[in-house]
């Protein structure tokens, strides 16, 4: 097939699997859940339902068309899955469940649908008998195993595929989808035909329905695997949204050469593998940790105009090579971002008991904040070759979960201040390509301070936190250190096995429970409150504070400020006995006693777990160049690679000896604008008229309307887009200046001190 020019072919379920199918390493696994799954089941059953009430000639005219699929042929009738593998893999899954049932309900093993069925599962050899080993479909690598071991207990066992299914063990998310897949489609085939009014009959012309009157297009190229996806790329920018991942797969193989294509799809295919389609994640991670940080998601437009910083960064000409090198760096790196996601891997790695209790706390609390800098901190250690020691590394880690605890959950502060903490970080690794212990513990220090938060803060929001209904993970962390405390010469320790053993096991050997309990009886001697429909009834006696709580509030309110705090808790173990030692000392029931013991346990917390070390805020660490590079201050000449005047003020523009006042970062691109009227103008209101679009978005047009924020230059001419960020402003400008071949060394700002 050399003609530009694609035939598309029209193919009904059955002609489809006439042929077998490959799903190629590099694609993403079975990911279909069971929203897609019930939908393509109720699109087809009210299909079906309407074809029955057909006239017979109408029936032959009848079909349901379901999507398009594109694939490359391998072989002689086998075929590379390039876009359509979900669905593929779904209506195989389909008619190996209604193949099973239909087993199960003794249907005739000659019947002609139930042999048409077999037939699209399996080749058939010369004497029309289906060939085992010639299945329909062959899934990639991590969810390879399941669909051959069901096709093979399907071929042998057909009756026993239910049972075998539902005991198979389950290694990865996209298995669990080939299983519960199975199971909605076996038990809609009992819920529609067999159980209502047992129509056998009706299940196998179901059955029919789906192979002959189901179709998509299918669109075939025999050319390279190179062309094919460029086929791929073409369909899919003028259809449907992809997600980021895969529009920047196309961007990252198309500035490929045909030559390089096949071996850096594999590596693709490999990084797929090894991060269990967690790519998109390593992706964004591996960007903010070695290019650039981005405050929010890497997004395919961030990744768009990231041409010229991953050159840089690969010391390339050419973003192919760029691309090239970035893929090799991330398969020799994937163990270091495994790490950060993978408590195991993480353990693997730092055998130390400290970091070992504070990463599970990490992971099951789920920060995302830090996963660049774990990662980086990783690649730096380099199993002990790296320039990053082990000590560093621990510690490093350490001082940022303790950071992530305090200011994110203990004393809820906004993550953006967390994230603009990070920044800070970064700016010094892009410097020095390193990270710096005492550069991180700085920028932890600054942060809590600019935030205003001390010591006594954090032991006040923690002392006041609900560790039941709002955090229990938390709670957990809180208990498991002050229930694993022993005395170290008159000095209370934490020994950090137990309480990594009494953390990790939180939900299966422990719970969190309460010893003033939830609910008690209305007659209840030991307790002085109940519940009374919705409210609180207070007893008489009773000593808890009338600014904290009073007769007749929301009961759910009062197990919040009382109950579900640290000093009413405790981690109770499967024999339904507390886990620390003294069950004396926790048989209380007034709140005076439930105070004292919450005093007692988060200020252990606070001083054994959190204890974010200190540092002297005038201290100046060893990179504190990173600081004047953070605060940009003088004259930046438009020919500096990568100008970025976030979170500064420009004073003023200098265009080709003339020196103009501006007040905003707008101003910039306004006068950019202006400059190139003057030299141009022609040229100008022609781009305008076009809608000038040098990425994404429009930033010059002759019509309003097609900006967010438009600066009316010319009026009915020349519009200018402003609503943008000061870093997309530089982009923008540069773009511009580029447009027209302006001189950038004629043009500077000035950034006051």
């Not at 789920?366 to 800098?373: Q, R, V």
């Not at 030692?581 to 709140?591: I, L, V």
């Not at 000038?692 to 887009?721: C, G, H, M």
Request: with cysteine; hydrophobic share 35%.
């Amino acid at each position: 097939m050399s003609s530009e020019l694609l035939t598309p072919n029209f193919w009904s379920i059955n002609q489809l699997f006439k042929y077998r199918f490959a799903v190629p390493v590099y694609q993403r696994p079975y990911s279909w859940k069971l929203t897609e799954v019930n939908s393509m089941l109720t699109d087809i059953f009210e299909s079906y339902k309407e074809f029955k009430a057909l006239s017979d000639e109408d029936k032959q005219k009848a079909s349901l068309y379901v999507g398009n699929i594109i694939l490359h042929k391998k072989a002689f009738e086998l075929y590379d899955i390039i876009d359509g593998q979900q669905r593929i893999t779904t209506f195989s899954i389909f008619l190996l469940a209604i193949y099973t049932k239909l087993f199960e309900l003794n249907v005739d093993p000659n019947n002609r649908i139930l042999i048409k069925i077999q037939s699209a599962l399996w080749k058939l050899d010369m004497n029309e008998k289906p060939v085992q080993d010639k299945r329909v479909i062959e899934l990639g690598s991590i969810d390879k195993q399941i669909m051959l071991d069901v096709f093979n207990e399907a071929y042998s066992q057909p009756l026993n595929l239910r049972n075998f299914i539902n005991n198979y063990s389950i290694k990865s998310p996209f298995e669990e989808n080939v299983r519960t897949n199975f199971n909605r489609a076996y038990d809609f085939s009992n819920e529609q035909f067999i159980n209502s009014n047992n129509e056998i009959d009706d299940l196998l012309q179901f059955a029919n329905f789906i192979l002959n009157k189901v179709h998509l297009i299918a669109i075939i190229n025999e050319d390279s695997e190179f062309k094919t996806f460029s086929i791929f790329e073409s369909i899919n920018s003028k259809g449907k949204r992809l997600e980021d991942i895969d529009l920047i797969k196309t961007k990252i193989f198309s500035s490929l050469s045909p030559d390089d294509y096949s071996s850096y799809l594999s590596k693709w295919g490999k990084l797929i593998i090894d991060t269990c389609d967690n790519l998109y994640d390593f992706l964004k991670v591996y960007i903010k940790a070695n290019i650039k940080y981005y405050t929010g998601n890497v997004t395919y437009h961030n990744f768009e105009g990231m041409d010229r910083e991953l050159c840089s960064h690969f010391g390339k000409e050419n973003i192919g090579d760029a691309y090239k090198a970035m893929i090799e760096d991330m398969v020799d790196k994937v163990d270091c971002f495994n790490a950060v996601f993978n408590f195991d891997k993480a353990v693997s790695i730092i055998k130390n008991k400290r970091f070992k209790f504070y990463y599970s706390v990490y992971t099951k609390i789920n920060y995302e904040h830090p996963w660049p800098l774990f990662f980086k901190c990783f690649c730096d250690y380099n199993n002990g070759k790296g320039k990053l020691s082990e000590s560093d590394l621990i510690e490093i880690v350490i001082e940022t979960i303790k950071f992530s605890i305090s200011f994110l959950t203990v004393c809820r502060k906004d993550s953006k201040d967390a994230i603009s903490m990070f920044s800070s970080i970064f700016d010094d690794i892009y410097l020095n390509n390193k990270v710096s212990k005492d550069w991180v513990i700085y920028q932890i220090n600054n942060k809590m301070i600019s935030a205003g938060i001390r010591k006594e803060d954090i032991l006040s929001s923690l002392k006041s936190a609900d560790l039941y209904a709002k955090n229990k993970q938390l709670g957990a962390a809180v208990l498991s250190t002050y229930e694993s405390q022993y005395d170290g010469i008159n000095n209370k320790q934490i020994s950090w096995d137990e309480a990594y053993s009494k953390f990790s096991t939180y939900g299966s050997s422990y719970t969190l429970d309460h010893i003033m309990v939830q609910t008690p009886g209305i007659d209840d001697p030991n307790l002085k409150y109940y519940k009374l429909g919705n409210n609180l009834k207070l007893k008489n006696g009773h000593d808890f504070p009338s600014e904290l709580v009073h007769d007749g509030m929301e009961y759910e309110n009062f197990k919040s400020l009382v109950l579900h705090r640290a000093g009413n808790l405790r981690l109770k173990g499967g024999d339904g006995n507390s886990s620390h030692g003294n069950m004396s000392e926790e048989n209380f029931s007034t709140y005076e006693k439930l105070e004292a013991r919450n005093d007692l346990i988060c200020k252990f917390f606070v001083d054994k777990v959190i204890n974010i070390k200190a540092v002297d805020i005038n201290y100046n660490p060893a990179s504190s160049q990173s600081i004047s590079k953070k605060k940009m201050n003088g004259n930046f000449n438009f020919s500096m690679p990568d100008l970025d005047f976030t979170g500064t003020k420009p004073k003023s523009i200098t265009l080709n000896g003339k020196t103009i006042d501006i007040n905003s970062h707008r101003d910039i691109l306004t006068n950019v604008v202006e400059y190139i009227f003057t030299l141009n103008k022609d040229k100008l209101i022609a781009i305008s008229k076009s809608n000038w679009k040098p990425r994404q978005r429009i930033i010059l047009t002759s019509d309003p309307k097609n900006l967010t924020r438009a600066y009316e230059f010319l009026k009915d001419t020349i519009y200018v887009e402003t609503n943008l960020s000061a870093k997309d402003i530089m982009i923008y400008s540069n773009k511009l200046l580029d447009e027209f071949n302006v001189d950038k060394n004629t043009i500077s700002i000035f950034i006051p001190e």
